[in-house]
């Protein structure tokens, strides 16, 4: 354990978006530095700057190289840890900005989805027991071989928590655009309510599931390492959401959120043989070509033939397509469909575990709103249906109604 009191923060795109956000974040460094505070900060990219550079990519051409993506994304956190760190020498404060590679955050190589294997904590202590508060470039690592990869949308939340794991405090605060973890997306259910706190397990369901909020690998590793997150808006001092063992809980609900995922495309293989081996065949070959396979549903066989449907996300579903297409021709099957237009819609909650007729009650409601189910998952927490994404939104404001709103009432 270290002697020093260490804060880890990690500030969203939204709220270093503007040189004046950038100001106001330094003055909120800049109070933690006063309470004796050792402040490690972590900051993504300003305001869209990702989506800038992945459009102006895109213009050049459809398939960019992995490396020269990672190369060009990690450019964004470069500049707002720069800025961050003149900002808070504005104010009097000592900091000094790194870079992923600087830091020594190791990942493995799969660029734009690649996962933190280390980190070097060493440069970090030396800069904090110099009294300089540190600013890391978030989502960012570099590989074994010196290349700089990216970690996934949205993974400068992850860069944050493996920060505090390293660092062995409990501390880290997420700083967004909203006060909190919401039962919902606020930018889809008009009045969701703030939860005050929500159990790792829950949390990882719901940003695994859709809600952008966290990224899911930043709530695996608090889970793992016991880090308590506190999600709260950089925008004011209110208190936020603390994500917690569910042990810690003071309340626990039926379904404490809502969400969905519109990322995902459906791919359904008709007719193929029902025999052992074939549904390995295939997701094997998927594992191999590093395709990432959400839901899987096989339907019960009939004259020796199934169909097995799967959800992958839409910028895998070229590479998936082919590598179903190839299986069809080996095994005879009929044929290979694909649906880009779906959601996959959930609700998640601790609850669950020890209620009755949940699955009833959803499926009611979605049929009560004519909104046909393609495909439905569970787990012990939480239940998910593909539906058309043209009903996402009415599917996600119907079961906020039953399950959240009307149990307010
Ligand atoms: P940041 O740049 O700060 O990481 P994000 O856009 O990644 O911000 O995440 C914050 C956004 O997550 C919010 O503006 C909100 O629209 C969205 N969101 C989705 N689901 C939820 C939820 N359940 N609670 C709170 N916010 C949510
Ligand atoms: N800038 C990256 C993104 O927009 C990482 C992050 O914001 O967490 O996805
Ligand atoms: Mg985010």
Redesign the pocket.
Known sequence: MLDLKIMVQ??????VGTADRIKAVAERIKRYTEKGFSVVVVV?AMGKTTDELIALASQLTRNPSGREMDMLLSTGEQVSISLLAMALHEIGIDAISYTGSQIRVLTDGNFSRAKIESISTDRIVKSLREKKVVIVAGFQGVDDEENITTLGR?G??TSAVALAAVLGTRDCE?????N?????????IAQ?A??KEISYDEMLE?ARL??????SRSVEFAKKYNVRLH?RS?FNYEEG?IVMPKEEMMEKFVIS?V?AKRDEAKITIRDIPDKPGIAARLFTLMGENRVYVNMIVQSTGKDNRASISLTVLKSDLDKALKLCETMRKDLGASSVESKVDIAIVSAVGVGMLSSYGVAGKIFQVLSEHNVNIEMISTSEIGISCVIDDMYAELAQKALHKIFIESEQK
Do not use: C
């Open positions: 990690k500030y969203g795109g939204t709220s993504s949205g400068s939340d997420i700083y967004t655009d909203v909190g973890v919401y039962t919902a997306d606020p930018r889809i969701p703030k939860l719901l859709g809600a952008a909020v966290l990224h999600v950089s959401t959120g969400t």
